[in-house]
């Protein structure tokens, strides 16, 4: 079922004691360098560093106490993992995390962190869904989808809620496309809440099956992505797809120059650490493969989870 903007709103509602309110901040540094008035919707300061504590946090507490005595399940990369292993910790329930071998070392460190019960896997698709079929069978947990999950992405659309009560005069808003529960929530939110509001997904120009699905108006799942941007290496799901395609109104793709030049203009100048996924957003911008010079744009700095033994650029 897709999410209403009423959802949305009892997500925010239900997420307010928990998570934080992320601060709007700009910088005429980046403005300056875009052509465009830039209102970074800091999702990196948000509890685990990313916006996926927002959904994870709504879909965990939507649950009833039968659904929830056996904890909750996930099979993430990352920042979903961290999210629901803290939101499960902050209602008293186990949380099984899949993993693959190959997540990076901060995002394992953090996970176990917070409480989550790690179980690895080969860094398949296929591996880390018999993986978690067999956790759910041998646990009961109750499975909470990165993103495809109606409650999943009404929690990640209270970020543009926030960021349109705070900067309701915007002309558009930038988010990261992955598996796509940020940019649906998003969507959702904002074309609900102002219309005419112009909705962008970025997308690495490696990691391209969002921009391609939508041309191809079908899904095509993503095929050996290689990208610096690790949060974005998922495939839409039906879900999302059907959101996206009804309320999105383009998916621009950016250079995988473009991510980390823009990465570390961020860093430099705004003095804000984001991850590659997050600098994809502001990529759209920076690259300016779409014309939005002079407008007043929100785009989401979707986290800032970042192995600082492995930044993109030199010693």
Not at 195 to 216: C, H, N, T, W, Y
Not at 235 to 246: G, K, V
Request: proline fraction near 4%; aromatic fraction near 6%.
């Amino acid at each position: 079922m897709i999410p209403t903007l009423q959802n949305i709103y009892e997500a925010a509602e239900r997420i307010q004691p928990h998570a934080h309110r992320t601060p709007v901040m700009t910088n005429e540094s980046l403005n300056e360098r875009v052509g465009a008035r830039v209102y970074l919707k800091c999702e990196n300061f948000q509890k685990v560093g990313a916006f996926k504590f927002r959904g994870a946090c709504n879909a965990v507490f939507s649950l009833s106490d039968e659904e929830a005595k056996y904890g909750v399940c996930t099979h993430s990369s990352g920042n979903h993992a961290q999210a629901l292993a803290l939101a499960a910790r902050m209602r008293g329930i186990a949380a099984h995390i899949v993993m693959p071998e190959n997540a990076p070392q901060v995002k394992k460190d953090a996970v176990a962190g917070y409480g989550g019960k790690i179980t690895f896997c080969e860094p398949t698709l296929q591996a880390r869904e018999a993986t978690l079929r067999r956790v759910v069978e041998s646990t009961g947990a109750a499975f909470i989808h990165p993103f495809d999950n109606e409650r999943v992405i009404a929690g990640q659309g209270t970020a543009s809620l926030e960021l349109l009560a705070d900067m309701p005069d915007l002309d558009a808003i930038i988010a990261p496309v992955g598996g796509g529960g940020l940019l649906s929530g998003t969507s959702i939110a904002a074309t609900e809440t102002k219309k005419g509001i112009r909705v962008l997904g970025g997308e690495p120009e490696m990691a391209d099956d969002a921009f391609r699905s939508l041309q191809a108006r079908k899904i095509l799942p993503s095929e050996h992505p290689k990208t610096i941007a690790d949060g974005l290496l998922t495939s839409l799901s039906e879900l999302t797809f059907s959101i996206i395609q009804s309320r999105v109104e383009q998916i621009v793709t950016v250079s995988e120059q473009g991510i980390v030049d823009s990465m570390k203009f961020i860093w430099e100048r705004a003095k804000i650490v984001i991850e590659p996924s997050a600098a994809v957003a502001v990529a759209v911008l920076w690259e300016k493969k779409v014309d939005l010079s002079g407008l007043k744009v929100g785009v989401i700095l979707s986290g800032g989870n970042v192995d600082l033994g492995k930044l993109p650029w030199g010693k």
